[in-house]
């Protein structure tokens, strides 16, 4: 039978030389310092900045359409398109960057951390869910309504008019159908990437947190 | 010059106390890869920490509310093959006496069969931190540290204690 006080020598009168076997020298610290974390603020941070990326070069492929076709509709649609997109996504992406900011509280006893990495966390999921639910039917409704118009100012669909109310009712309805779509989407998609990750903090602050 | 010196510094204080987060490493990872990818996210949140650093705790103090607290929340884990339990009392018993670092190992086996929260306040008590200071580490009281103590002892005791 092992008394716990053994336990406690054997652990003293070993770890030391286990320990000494991976001690890395000075050189191996500075190294240390430039690599890649994979925290997953880190990784997030990491992530945000691929999304950002993705959204300016498609925004960049719009801005391109009326060098390509030469018509002064197609490009006053493009420019507000991308003004319309634009400046809701910009909103969107700063409240998510200035969120991930503020996560930084690892030298926080261990309680204190964990309710502000979850209640951070909470409060950025929260953004990256609704936020993307609120952009879907307006990126929808809006890349409709300008490869419509696109289309009709370069000569195609002549029967066609896109301010009609039946088109854009049709268009909204579309939208709002991507959206609903986009609902369990992104909840999945969000619960797989992060939500694991939260619970298993909630878990250990509510063992921390229990008494009997 | 006053960047080069703080690293120069840091990486002073990294050396000295290194122990420390080898320990936290040991007791979060099986595998040398994840004691190594632990190891290096340890020293990187460290490093970001230690401007910030006003010694108002001790540095040990604060190296292992970091260590910690980036083991526990920082990285998704990989799930942990652990051994049985009563393959762990039966080799613990049998074979210590032969060779101590064995009796370490199996240690470590039975350790993995904690929570994350019991891992860190195991490793505090091995290194024979007094309760106030395993407080000031996981932000609960001392009172509270001494009942989970005596939880997770019970629980060692039982992992230990089982014959096959």
């Not at chain 1, 030391?16 to 076997?21: A, F, I, L, P, Q």
């Not at chain 2, 074979?95 to 195991?122: C, F, M, T, W």
Request: hydrophobic content about 45%; aromatic content about 12%; glycine content about 4%.
């Amino acid at each position: 039978m092992i008394d716990l006080e053994e336990l406690k020598h054997l652990w003293k009168d070993n770890i030391d030389s286990s320990v000494h076997r991976q001690q890395v020298n000075s050189e191996e610290i500075k190294t240390l310092l430039k690599a890649k974390s994979a925290n997953i603020i880190d990784r997030l941070l990491q992530n945000l900045r691929i999304e950002i990326g993705v959204f300016m070069i498609c925004l960049l492929l719009i801005a391109c359409v009326p060098f390509y076709f030469h018509a002064r509709e197609v490009s006053i649609v493009c420019l507000l398109v991308i003004g319309l997109i634009f400046i809701p996504y910009l909103f969107y992406y700063i409240k998510k960057y200035r969120e991930l900011k503020k996560f930084y509280s690892y030298s926080a006893s261990m309680k204190s951390h964990l309710e502000m990495m979850i209640a951070q966390l909470e409060k950025y999921l929260k953004i990256y869910f609704w936020g993307s639910i609120f952009l879907t039917p307006v990126t929808g409704f809006l890349s409709a309504f300008a490869i419509l118009y696109q289309l009709k100012a370069l000569g195609f669909l002549l029967y066609f008019d896109t301010f009609n109310y039946g088109i854009l009712s049709y268009m909204l309805l579309f939208s709002l159908l991507l959206t609903l779509l986009s609902y369990p989407v992104m909840k999945w998609y969000i619960r797989k990437l992060y939500g694991q990750h939260l619970e298993k903090l909630k878990d250990c602050l509510k063992e921390l947190n229990e008494i009997a | 010059m006053v960047a080069v010196n703080t690293e120069q510094l840091f990486i002073q204080t990294i050396n000295q106390h290194q122990g420390i987060i080898h320990k936290v490493c040991r007791m979060y990872c099986s595998g040398q890869e994840d004691h190594h990818d632990l190891f290096q996210e340890i020293v990187l949140q460290l490093w970001k920490a230690f401007p910030g650093f006003r010694q108002e705790s001790k540095i040990s103090t604060w190296m292992y509310r970091i260590a910690l607290n980036t083991a526990i929340s920082g990285l998704r884990k990989k799930k942990i093959q652990t051994t049985g339990i009563d393959a762990i009392a039966f080799q613990l018993e049998d074979r210590q006496e032969e060779n101590p670092e064995v009796g370490l190992q199996q240690l470590y086996k039975a350790i993995e069969h904690l929570s994350d929260v019991e891992k860190s306040i195991v490793l505090l008590y091995l290194e024979d931190k007094p309760y106030d200071e395993i407080a000031e580490i996981t932000g609960i009281t001392a009172n509270y540290v001494a009942v989970k103590m005596n939880r997770i002892k019970e629980k060692l005791r039982t992992i230990l204690n089982v014959r096959p």
